[in-house]
């Protein structure tokens, strides 16, 4: 188990060093993290493999080539694309266990079927009451290797509230001969201490003749702060709250009939549904799962358990995953022996001390949550959080800083004379509003509703403050109005969008003697997910398409070359010397162009 955030920094510049863009000192820090840490290791070792096996494609000026683009997506092979959209996670297994069902479902034929409004209320309250859980999986997935048609496992999963988890998953694969690895995962959280044991080896599409070999690691994270993310305990697991509790907006597909239980059948994509695709990233290899890849969720109209999930790629009628629950339970109590962990592996410090009072102000309204685990994370850093079943609330107080409006948070007035910045839930990342008061940077994240979140900002004995222009660096920002985007110079704004999307944000850079950079982001409605939102950039001071070692495809937008990058869903192109780019990974490359053409 490991920090995600410090990882994801060291990951970062691992790609930056094979582009032959880092400088001497920091490759020095990347190699003495390499020494430590196995996953990003291995996450080396893909990244050379993908440079040799993946296809750059120039982007020269060619005809309009999205149909056949769409069509050839739906064909390729699991190992063709990026690294980004696999599955690493045995505890994912777990998680895309909870969600499975014991039988397939039958469909009723006069459906009554609730509103996605109420489901996520009632999922929400489901999550709430839960103490303990525990439960068995089959899991088949499809798509991991060529050679590999089917995988098998078994997964075997407890869970005691707030932040105990148990995941067993064990390697059922009638494999070819050679040295393939089984892909077994042992996981264990509590709230002081997590421990995984996984398998390492080389990736997927380079196995089972790989010179890296394989073996075990494990890691174990001492000191953890109060969710803290480094496990998925209890992420959507055991109810899928994240998915459902804090949207309102799914499909309800209708009812069924699974294990003889009566079932809500719920459409989603992969990033409506990624707090199920982030579960079952915790240790081992998996087959990818793509932006566009189809989720279906069948969810207990009794217990809102997940009784089965399927993941199916756009055009194909057979799951490329499939986890059906041979059996689950909610007992009065579980064993605290089942969470005691090894204490065998690399050891990593969470920073947490909890025999420090934190100083932080305290919200007046908690949502029903009672207070949990409190402490600081170092001098100047305080935390306080709150719990109750799975839900919680995790507030973080440090001194105040510039606020960051650049990205895509909303500014939302939390009561008269205070403001905050509001982020929906992204890949690892949790939802959450940023408040800057005088002298004070509160962070408040939780898994609850978006509303009960701001009910909690609005309460805390501080008056937040969002100002429209901050200076960082050489540059400033500034935050702009609807109306104001349609003066800048150079700006296009579309004239479509897909149903329901609106203007979000807008930030001007203005950076002197450089030019100018705008970023427009548009989102579909409050509760969507970071992954659903459209990012819309153009730029004065960018003169021509960024060199990239991704899997790119030649694209003509409206007479200019361009690009569309699979990996980022984003679509970037030079129109009159000015560089635009549409970032949205929920949507096909028919509809980006579509967006495209439609700038005015």
Same mark, same amino acid.
Request: negative net charge; aromatic residues 6%; charged residues 25%.
């Given at each position: 188990m490991r920090s995600e955030s410090v990882c994801s920094e060291?990951?970062?510049?691992?790609?930056?060093?094979?582009?032959?863009?880092?400088?001497?000192?920091?490759?020095?820090?990347?190699?003495?993290?390499?020494?430590?840490?196995?996953?990003?290791?291995?996450?080396?070792?893909?990244?050379?493999?993908?440079?040799?096996?993946?296809?750059?494609?120039?982007?020269?000026?060619?005809?309009?080539?999205?149909?056949?683009?769409?069509?050839?997506?739906?064909?390729?092979?699991?190992?063709?694309?990026?690294?980004?959209?696999?599955?690493?996670?045995?505890?994912?297994?777990?998680?895309?266990?909870?969600?499975?069902?014991?039988?397939?479902?039958?469909?009723?034929?006069?459906?009554?079927?609730?509103?996605?409004?109420?489901?996520?209320?009632?999922?929400?309250a489901a999550a709430q009451e839960l103490r303990a859980y525990r439960a068995t999986f089959d899991i088949v997935e499809r798509g991991w290797h060529p050679d590999v048609a089917e995988r098998r496992f078994r997964a075997d999963v407890w869970y005691r509230a707030p932040e105990n988890l148990r995941l067993r998953v064990r390697d059922r694969t009638d494999y070819p001969v050679g040295p393939w690895p089984a892909n077994n995962v042992d996981l264990i959280a509590t709230p002081s201490r997590s421990w995984i044991r996984e398998p390492y080896a080389c990736p997927a599409p380079a196995?089972?003749?790989?010179?890296?070999?394989?073996?075990?690691?494990?890691?174990?994270?001492?000191?953890?702060?109060?969710?803290?993310?480094?496990?998925?305990?209890?992420?959507?697991?055991?109810?899928?709250?994240?998915?459902?509790?804090?949207?309102?907006?799914?499909?309800?597909?209708?009812?069924?009939?699974?294990?003889?239980?009566?079932?809500?059948?719920?459409?989603?994509?992969y990033l409506e549904a990624f707090p199920l695709v982030d579960a079952l990233q915790s240790g081992g290899s998996w087959a990818p799962v793509l932006p566009l890849d189809r989720i279906d969720v069948w969810v207990d109209r009794e217990t809102w358990f997940p009784l089965r999930f399927e993941v199916r790629r756009p055009g194909e009628r057979t799951p490329r995953l499939e986890v059906t629950a041979r059996r689950f339970e909610r007992p009065e109590r579980i064993d605290a022996a089942i969470f005691d962990a090894p204490h065998s592996g690399v050891v990593r410090d969470g920073g947490f001390d909890a025999t420090i009072a934190p100083g932080a102000p305290l919200p007046a309204f908690t949502a029903g949550l009672t207070p949990y685990r409190s402490g600081?994370?170092?001098?100047?850093?305080?935390?306080?959080?709150?719990?109750?079943?799975?839900?919680?609330?995790?507030?973080?107080?440090? =001194?105040?800083?510039?606020? #960051? +409006?650049?990205? !895509?948070?909303?500014?939302?007035? @939390?009561? $008269? /004379?205070?403001?905050?910045?509001?982020?929906?839930?992204?890949?690892?990342?949790?939802?959450?509003?940023?408040?800057?008061?005088?002298?004070?940077?509160?962070?408040?994240?939780?898994n609850l509703r978006r509303e009960q979140l701001l009910r909690v900002a609005a309460s805390l004995p501080v008056d937040g403050r969002a100002p429209r222009r901050v200076r960082a660096g050489g540059a400033v920002?500034?935050?702009?109005? =609807?109306?104001?985007?349609? #003066? +800048?110079?150079? !700006?296009?704004?579309?004239?479509? @969008?897909? $149903? /329901?999307?609106?203007?979000?944000?807008?930030?001007?850079?203005?950076?002197?003697?450089?030019?100018?950079?705008?970023?427009?982001?548009?989102?579909?409605?409050?509760?969507?997910?970071?992954g659903a939102l459209i990012r819309l950039f153009q730029s004065v001071r960018i003169g021509q398409l960024p060199p990239s070692s991704e899997d790119l495809v030649a694209v003509d937008v409206g007479g200019s070359p361009g690009r569309w990058s699979i990996e980022r869903g984003e679509l970037e192109w030079i129109d009159g010397g000015i560089y635009r780019s549409i970032a949205a990974p929920s949507f096909d490359l028919a509809t980006l162009l579509g967006i495209a053409g439609s700038l005015r």
């Open positions: 060291f990951r970062a510049d691992l790609s930056a060093r094979l582009d032959g863009e880092l400088d001497a000192a920091r490759s020095i820090a990347v190699e003495e993290h390499l020494a430590t840490c196995a996953s990003c290791r291995r996450f080396e070792a893909a990244q050379h493999e993908l440079r040799r096996t993946l296809r750059l494609v120039p982007a020269e000026p060619t005809p309009d080539v999205a149909p056949a683009v769409l069509a050839a997506l739906a064909e390729r092979e699991p190992s063709q694309w990026p690294m980004r959209f696999r599955l690493a996670s045995l505890a994912g297994v777990a998680a895309a266990i909870l969600i499975l069902a014991t039988s397939f479902p039958l469909l009723d034929s006069r459906p009554q079927v609730a509103g996605a409004v109420e489901i996520s209320r009632r999922v929400l196995l089972p003749g790989c010179a890296v070999g394989t073996g075990l690691e494990e890691v174990r994270v001492v000191n953890r702060q109060p969710f803290d993310g480094t496990s998925t305990a209890p992420g959507d697991i055991v109810v899928p709250l994240e998915t459902l509790a804090a949207a309102d907006a799914f499909t309800v597909e209708g009812t069924a009939t699974v294990a003889g239980r009566r079932a809500y059948r719920i459409r989603l994509s600081t994370l170092g001098d100047r850093t305080s935390l306080v959080s709150y719990a109750r079943g799975m839900t919680y609330l995790k507030l973080i107080g440090r =001194p105040a800083t510039a606020p #960051d +409006i650049t990205d !895509a948070s909303e500014v939302v007035e @939390l009561r $008269p /004379g205070s403001l905050g910045y509001y982020r929906p839930a992204g890949s690892g990342l949790p939802r959450r509003i940023d408040i800057y008061a005088e002298g004070d940077h509160i962070r408040i994240e939780s920002n500034m935050r702009l109005e =609807p109306d104001e985007v349609a #003066d +800048i110079s150079f !700006a296009l704004l579309p004239s479509r @969008l897909p $149903p /329901g999307y609106r203007m979000l944000s807008a930030t001007l850079r203005r950076i002197p003697a450089d030019g100018d950079e705008l970023a427009v982001v548009y989102s579909g409605s409050q509760s969507a997910p970071e």
